[in-house]
């Protein structure tokens, strides 16, 4: 079973991602375990680490993928590391749901 890097909280989810940028192309990598053992959602952008340009390709990335405006997605912490967090606006049950189909996680606490 694979765990999934998003925690609930009252207005959406946050997530939690390790964003690869300069890829190729955009796209997901799947879900992996970090060290201390939390699920971490692996993604990559084909865009440069350069005045942000990044982290915009990956809101709207992530935005795309389930569905949500670009304001929807906003960056939490991580704006300079690989690591990052976003915070997702909406009902916290649908976005899991979208959520674990996008990358195939088994939904919180699995």
């Not at 993604?43 to 680490?49: F, S």
């Not at 915009?56 to 670009?70: I, M, P």
């Not at 997605?73 to 967090?85: F, I, N, P, Q, Y």
Request: with cysteine; net charge positive; proline share 8%.
């Amino acid at each position: 079973m694979t765990q999934c890097p998003f925690t609930p909280c009252a207005d959406g989810l946050i997530l939690a991602v390790r964003l690869t940028p300069r890829a190729g192309r955009t796209g997901l990598d799947g879900v992996r375990t970090e060290p201390d053992g939390r699920p971490i959602l692996c993604l990559r952008v084909a865009a440069p680490p350069v005045e942000g340009a990044a982290n915009a390709a990956l809101t709207a990335f992530v935005a795309k993928s389930l569905g949500l405006r670009k304001s929807e997605v906003t960056l939490v912490s991580g704006e300079t590391a690989r690591t990052k967090r976003l915070h997702l606006s909406g009902d916290p049950q649908a976005l899991a749901a979208r959520a674990t189909a996008w990358f195939g996680g088994d939904g919180p606490g699995s």
